[in-house]
């Protein structure tokens, strides 16, 4: 049905029972096939998935997508491309949730260039990676953009070939938009060289410290780091940081003269054999959000560090979101 | 008299980068630096420019020079008597002179040395100059042994600062005209007997990552078994933990890091630390 050996639906599902009638034969028959599954969802999809796909079908892997996938930019390193190289040699299939209800309109425009990014990452990789959407309620607009950035689409049990998908990359390139500025009472710190990190540092733990638990701190410090250190390698002049803190979450961010060119820069391991260009991976890795906003003028990274218990909600549980409430 | 403490908290084992761009500032952090090393038993060596100048600035600042020269607690020499004996700068000789104004200060009762080398004869390329940045970074593996409290004064108006850059990358610890040396922000390396091997401290980042990698490119020079404490590295970056990663990887033997804390243990795995037979990582 595909051209490549890629396949990528976006499956529009409105209710429990729509997704249920999609997902089990997905799975089923990739079972039959011999191929391994990975069903990567939100909590409540996934209470209502596991008892009856591991009823139903072999054996298949489950991973809670608010927490594995939290940070939409860790999904193809931590999650997609992980499952394949566990299974060298196989066709693997993937029911993949990243865009629920409860993502902001800040980690929106991340979700949806991994989902544009996937086209490209797997282009060459025998993998069947379905991306089911909640219409009833999803975002209208979160909607259009799962028919930009997914081949073909299934609508009301029907496979169509999506009209409105386009170059991935550039797709992509059309939610590298600017970053909402931080708040009037974050604190800012200027660095230029690299004597200078140890205060960038400093910097983050005093602030961290206040809202997340000792190791968190410390990961946090190693993400604010990296970054900055990229700033000093790479960009022209200084950068600024900023820190504060938001209810339920920690955020810190990265403003410099640099421009990343790589679209794909921290969401694949880069070459092993090279000694640098791994720190946005690792970045992606430690933070819950990586929001990148990059061109020839500068470069602007949003972090997130999840601080349970620190606020009144989880980020994706209230506020402003993508849903429609 | 207390001049500026910038190079206070320096102790042996240090080695340290000191960015000069201020006369006056040079003058007094020079003399609290020597009587420091006077007062500590530590024999004091002053190698650089001009050693008659400096002597005379630290009479003027109240040191004793007559009875500490005469005594050998302070010797002053000048690069051609030192880094470039050998007509040019040779690295391995330089190393060999260390090694034995160690050995004789410590027969002689010292504690160890405490040098203070005036890197300005670097700026005038002198034969084998450009060997420096690798000695800069080799001779930290006779830091480690925990004898010779270092500081290389490098006058910023005289060097080119990528060629300074690369410098300052090798030393484990930097200080500057607003900027004290800080054990804290600094890596400081030790030899350590039993079990053989190394103990880190403070924080290693790309400040340090020569000096670091130049350590590690030695690690088992004395044996295939090192014990690297890292109980108090309270930070290490990307490079550093690969630096580790990469050492055991090797193939030249093995290393057990004692005391990892949680995101070093993150930054291994993430190097593929998992998959090197020859690490060990123990938790904090």
Known sequence: ?325 | MGGPPLLDQVTLGDHVCWSVDDDVIRMETIAGFVRTGLRNRERVLYCGDDPAAVVEGLRQRGVDTGAALGAGDLSVDTPEGSYLASGAFDPHATMLLWRSEVARARSAGYRGIRLLGDMSWASRRFPGFEHLPWYEAQINMIFAEGYVAGVCAYDRRRFDPLHLRRLLWAHPGAAGSEMPFDPDSSLRMRRVLDPWGLRLEGEADLSNRDALRAVAEHLFDDGPDVTIDVSELRFADIAAARVLVAAAASGAGRVRLTGCSPSLLRLLRFHGADGVPALVAEAR
């Open chain 1, 1 to 325: 049905m595909t051209d490549g050996p890629l396949d990528h639906p976006g499956l529009l599902y409105r209710d429990s029972a729509g997704l249920l009638a999609a997902i089990v034969p997905f799975v089923r028959s990739a079972v039959e096939a011999g191929d391994p599954v990975l069903v990567a969802v939100p909590g409540h999809n996934l209470e209502l998935l596991r008892p009856v796909l591991e009823g139903a079908a072999g054996h298949v892997d489950f991973a809670d997508m608010t927490v594995t996938g939290r940070n939409p930019g860790r999904i193809i390193p931590g999650l997609l491309l992980r499952f394949v190289s566990a299974h060298p040699g196989k066709r693997v299939a993937i029911v993949g949730e990243p865009v629920w209800p409860g993502r902001t309109t800040v980690e929106y425009p991340a979700c949806a260039a991994h989902e544009a990014l996937i086209n490209t990452v797997f282009a060459n990789r025998e993998a069947s990676i379905l991306c089911p959407y909640d219409t009833s309620l999803l975002a209208e607009s979160a909607i259009a953009d799962a028919w930009r950035t997914h081949p073909v689409m299934i609508d009301a049990g029907v496979r169509v070939p999506s009209p409105a998908y386009g170059d991935p990359i550039a797709t992509a390139g059309d939610f590298n938009v600017p970053l909402p500025p931080p708040p009037a009472d974050a604190d800012v710190l200027s660095y230029e060289r690299v004597p200078d990190m140890a205060a960038v540092r400093d910097f983050v733990r005093r602030h961290a410290a206040t809202v997340l638990p000792d190791d968190r701190v410390e990961e946090m410090v190693l993400a604010a780091h990296e970054l900055a250190a990229n700033t000093v390698r790479h960009a022209a002049g200084p950068g600024r940081i900023a820190a504060w803190t938001e209810p339920g979450l920690f955020a810190c961010q990265i403003e410099d003269a640099g421009h990343i060119t790589d679209p794909l820069a921290g969401r694949v391991p880069p070459d092993p054999t090279l000694p640098s260009g791994r720190g946005l991976l690792l970045v992606n890795q430690i933070c819950d959000l990586v929001r990148i906003h990059t061109g020839p003028t500068g470069t602007t990274i949003r972090t997130h560090l999840w601080a349970p218990g620190s606020g009144l909600s989880a980020p994706g549980s209230g506020g402003e979101s993508s849903g429609r409430g």
